[in-house]
């Protein structure tokens, strides 16, 4: 059993599915040996919560899932991969985008589960759907887990990001298309299609492709500039909701279906050709009778809460039957798609009965499938927590405006215009105009002051500007608005912390953690504050917590060797450095940690080692250079050491401790001039202070060389009394 999908592939993009421009030869064979749903929907137009319904067969309103990241599929939903363990499966899966990270949940059942994110890699990433991985990557993985084992049956999961933006194709397709935003999105289309020829060829040339049922589907698709929206997530138009579905293996038969399905449907199906009984909770049904000509009715519903849930502005509901679509807005639609495929022309107020008669079937659809333990609510604050935390800016009410039910809010369609200037101002700001970005996201304050976004955005684009009070003020500001958003409460915790107000930035990361108990980078946050206030029992008790999550394991047991050598523990901070490496052998600082380690135990050759190995990794690792270069000084291997001293103060511009060494290994050589130069450097930039008076011995050694008797007595008199002030 093998499911692919396709992220953001719009089903009218494809050669099976009419599209004169595609080149996509696999997909159309593939459709043209099995079944082509031409009328298939998605729920949600983001990967998460629509990955979420695929594998449940469930609508977002009961599995809870109805956005990227925030969000987390639970341990009590079942899942196909989980089905088909029991039954002697193997399940292996291969995701190409951080968003199906395992976790946010979508793992459940799988016993390999590629993901495997270099998240150092994507440190300056504006966003969790830009964190990604090639399909070439991640089609190569798979191959090698459908080879290792070609007796047991077989379930697996490939996921292609490649059409997602960027829309950046790999040559030989680039070229093949227009230099336009659709011939750069149709080039990764084409890509994706000779990825998804390589996994059927796998399974040819194991001698399981005729026995293997293979289904490919996307999550969602793409705006590409429909209703002023140039990607997806915004609104539930068809351009974004409409899917291709394809199903092709024994005991399908060859057939175009032009009926009504949906994603949870695709979950019921699979059991069901593979004669399994389907769990209880599923809501979707299987479409083994359209298969055989037999009528299925079904409608299908899709929504949105990115408007509210990041902007304030009111959720989208929609359902259709193949041929009507009604969509809830603050002022509804009704289209035809039949005869308006792009649904340009709304008959809400001309058809008023069948308005008021697909809302109601909409309002059953929500009741029906909804499950009151997936509606997450306000978390409860006692009343001496939110005091403090508004004291701080962290809250503005004691319930956030995300959740308010009863509020009118913004129609989507009013505000695209807005949403695309926030859109243009994060790209003023990545291309590094900060002005730009902060007058787009006044203008949208000034037009909707309630954004919660924008004064994040305002926040993030201030701080780059070199602004931290303004960008603490727009930070507060977005937290009165929504004292909940997830986003607000750490970056206005980590402004604090910027200032190394740490008491400041770890009430609000706590609170974070309180509403996102596995966030992994709200944890790695506390943990750092607790070593930086010297708590690393309580650093210690944070990561375990985070190692127990299985939230990024490798970083993790390097924070908690940190914490470990402040406590002297050296075996056990080796012993959690060495493992780290195992699941990151690239790891930053941690063969630093391990020559701090060495150099503790007084084994300074294995020190070196380390410290070299480190810069092997990176040159610019500063620290590894500077305590290299003392090791080697200390060993009398003069020259290698000022080499590493000059390594270190040129990595880091203004790091006057190390400065002040390479000034002294300088006068050691002998060379006067530069042993002056760079102690006059050292102490201009603010050195450790108990580092401070070798500067001043230094100038005075060299005046003594150079018979200036005064000028180094006076030099030794300021060595002396920061001497006395250091103790």
């Known amino acids: 059993m093998l499911i692919v999908t396709l992220d953001t592939l719009r089903a009218d993009h494809l050669g099976a599915y009419g599209y004169a421009a595609a080149q996509t030869p696999r997909l159309d064979a593939l459709a043209g040996s099995g079944l082509r749903f031409t009328q298939a929907t998605t729920v949600v137009p983001l990967t ?61 059942g799988f016993e390999r589960f590629h993901d495997e994110f270099d998240l150092d890699a994507f440190g300056d990433a504006p966003g969790l759907d830009t964190i990604q991985r090639s399909g070439a990557q991640t089609v190569d993985q798979a191959v090698a887990w459908l080879a290792a084992d070609r007796e047991r049956p077989f379930f697996a999961w490939v996921h292609l990001y490649d059409p997602h933006a960027p829309y950046d194709a790999p040559e030989p397709y680039r070229s093949r298309f227009p230099g336009t935003m659709v011939g750069a999105y149709d080039a990764e289309i084409a890509a ?355 190692l127990t999550r299985r939230v990024d394991a490798h970083r993790f047991l390097l924070k908690r060797a940190e914490g470990l050598i402040e406590r002297q523990r050296y075996d056990e901070a080796e012993k959690a450095l060495r493992e780290a490496l195992e699941k990151k052998a690239d790891l930053p600082t941690a063969h630093y940690h391990l020559g701090l380690v060495y150099e503790a135990r007084n084994q300074p050759d294995r020190a070196i080692a380390e410290y070299e190995a480190e810069l092997a990794r990176s040159a610019k690792a500063y620290r590894a250079a500077f305590n290299l270069a003392k090791l080697l000084q200390s060993a009398g291997r003069l020259d290698e050491a000022v080499r590493r001293y000059r390594q270190a103060v040129e990595t880091q511009a203004g790091f006057g401790t190390g400065q002040l060494y390479l000034a002294k290994a300088l006068l050691d050589t002998g060379d006067l001039a530069g042993a002056e130069q760079w102690a006059r450097k050292g102490l201009e930039s603010s050195p450790d202070a108990r580092i401070a008076p070798l500067g001043h011995f230094v100038l005075a050694d060299v005046y003594n060389r150079q018979g200036r008797r005064a000028d180094a007595e006076r030099e030794v008199a300021r060595a002396r009394r920061l001497q006395k002030s250091a103790l």
Do not use: C
């Not at 990227?68 to 039954?87: H, I, K, M, P, S």
């Not at 958003?485 to 953690?513: C, I, M, N, P, T």
């Open 192 to 546: 994706t299609d000779a990825q998804v020829g390589r996994l059927l060829d796998a399974l040819e040339a194991q001698d399981r492709r005729t026995d293997t049922l293979v289904v490919v589907l996307a999550d969602h698709g793409e705006m590409l500039d429909e209703h002023e929206e140039q990607a997806h997530g915004f609104f539930v138009y068809d351009a974004a909701v409409r899917i291709p579905l394809i199903v092709a293996g024994p005991g399908v038969p060859s057939r175009v279906v032009a009926d009504q399905v949906r994603i949870v449907d695709v979950m019921p199906t699979v059991l069901d050709l593979l004669g399994v009984a389907q769990p209880k909770a599923v809501q979707g049904v299987s479409l083994r009778p359209l298969a055989r000509g037999e009528p299925l009715p079904l409608v299908a519903r899709s929504e949105s809460w990115y408007p509210r849930y990041h902007y304030g502005w009111s959720e989208l509901q929609s359902i259709q039957d193949g041929r009507f679509k009604y969509i809830r807005a603050p002022r509804p639609e009704l289209y035809d798609l039949a005869a308006d495929p792009r649904e340009t022309n709304d008959l809400s107020r001309q058809d008023p009965q069948r308005l008021a008669a697909m809302d109601k079937a909409l309002r059953a659809e929500i009741d029906r499938t909804a499950s009151a333990t997936a509606a997450k609510g306000p978390q409860v604050v006692d009343a001496e927590t939110e005091e403090r935390l508004a004291a701080l800016g962290y809250v503005g009410g004691s319930v956030s405006a995300r959740h308010l039910e009863d509020r009118p809010r913004g129609d989507p369609k009013d505000k695209i215009g807005l949403y695309n200037q926030m859109k243009l101002a994060g790209t003023d700001s990545s291309e590094g105009r900060y002005d730009d970005a902060i007058a787009r996201v006044r203008q949208v304050l000034t037009a909707d002051p309630e954004v919660v976004e924008a004064y994040m955005l305002l926040g993030n684009f201030l701080k780059k500007s070199k602004r931290p009070d303004d960008a603490l003020a727009a930070y507060r500001q977005a937290l009165t608005l929504d004292a909940e958003h997830q986003g607000a409460l750490f970056s206005l915790a980590l402004a604090y912390k910027d200032q190394d107000r740490l008491e400041e930035a770890r009430v609000g990361f706590e609170r974070a953690r309180e509403l996102d108990p596995r966030n992994g980078k709200v944890l790695w946050q506390l943990a750092d504050i607790a070593l930086r206030q010297h708590q690393p029992e309580r650093a210690e008790t944070i990561v375990q917590d985070a």
């Open 48 to 108: 998460l919560p629509a990955h979420s319904s695929l594998f449940t067969g469930t609508f977002p309103g009961w599995h809870g899932v109805r956005d990227n990241g925030g969000f987390y599929l639970g341990d009590d939903q079942v899942t196909l991969a989980e089905v088909l363990r029991e039954r002697g499966f193997r399940t292996g899966a291969f995701v190409s985008a951080f968003v199906l990270d395992r976790r946010w949940g979508i793992g459940q």
